[in-house]
């Protein structure tokens, strides 16, 4: 996973990139000085926007913003999001296609989307409810 | 007006003998930039002397050049490092193996869409072009596929 942010790194003008999950939860990140809460506010308002231009049926997989002096680009490709963070315009039609081409990677990167899935449905939320509700417990019953 | 140029750092500028500055309006960051050419600093000289960065300079620079207040005194590219032609070669093999014999035709296209040609084409703005061509690749794997073979021609220049 680290090879392939480490090919979005490497451009000139990069200041650094993180995936985070669907939930906003963060799975990896190189060369950030940014900490954890502060990415998963950034990677949360991304989604925002994207959920949000969802509810319009309109399906972006792709934002671009310019935020205290640095350029942000958000890519989302199933269930994760990666985020990059930049000084230059420069680099942004490198970028694009570095983006395309690391996305298709992690995208066949079984270990990588493993790590997605179990992201996607927090268990641990799940097991913490104690006690079942009316539904869950009618879905029960229909399992033989 | 004049075609459509985009000058390099390196560029030297002279004021042109045809029009006067007082001709036109300016705004104050053009008069500044009129004030220093000479026929002799170069864009990016103007730029440091003016506390100007590369890029903004390099738009006053088109801005009074389509004016045709200033003339090239020497050749824009100077300095630049060219693209040479067999990317272009290579670009228009890969697409072909993508989209087909027409190919050639959609790179002519996006060369004529940057207003560059082969010849003079500033190995820095690859990028842009393989992004521009691969807009006409429509299955989405392939476009994928046509930019990483791409991305490595990229390296081998050492853009990045």
């Known amino acids: 996973m680290k090879r392939w942010l480490q090919e979005i790194t490497n451009l000139e003008g990069i200041e650094g990139v993180f995936i985070s999950s669907g939930r906003a939860k963060i799975i990896a990140k190189l060369g950030l000085d940014l900490n954890d809460p502060q990415l998963e506010a950034l990677a949360l308002y991304t989604l925002r926007i994207v959920a949000a231009f969802h509810l319009k049926t309109q399906k972006i997989n792709e934002i671009e913003f310019y935020w205290k002096n640095l350029f942000i680009i958000g890519r989302v490709a199933g269930d994760f999001l990666v985020i990059t963070i930049f000084t230059t315009p420069k680099v942004l039609a490198l970028l694009r296609i570095t983006l395309n081409v690391t996305l298709s990677n992690l995208l066949e990167d079984k270990k990588f989307m493993r790590v997605i899935k179990e992201q996607a449905a927090d268990k641990n939320i799940l097991l913490e409810k104690g006690e079942m509700t009316e539904i869950e417990k009618n879905l029960i019953t229909k399992l033989k | ?160």
């Open chain 2, 1 to 160: 007006m004049k075609e459509k140029i985009v000058p390099n750092e390196f560029a030297v500028f002279a004021l042109s003998t045809d029009k006067s500055p007082s001709e036109v309006t300016l705004r104050s960051s053009e008069w500044a930039v009129i004030t220093q050419i000479d026929g002799h600093k170069s864009v990016m000289d103007i730029a440091n002397a003016l506390a100007l960065t590369k890029e903004e300079a390099i738009q006053l620079f088109t801005g009074l050049f389509e004016k045709e207040l200033i003339e090239i005194r020497s050749d824009v590219l100077l300095g630049a490092n060219l693209a040479p032609l067999s990317v272009f070669e290579n670009m228009e093999m890969e697409l072909t193996r993508v989209i087909g014999p027409v190919a050639p035709f959609i790179v002519d296209e996006a060369l004529i869409e940057m207003g560059l040609t082969k010849d003079k084409f500033v190995q820095d703005r690859l990028p842009e072009l393989v992004e521009l061509v691969s807009e006409e690749i429509t299955d989405a794997h392939k476009k994928v596929q046509f930019q990483q073979i791409m991305l490595k021609y990229l390296k081998e220049l050492n853009i990045t």
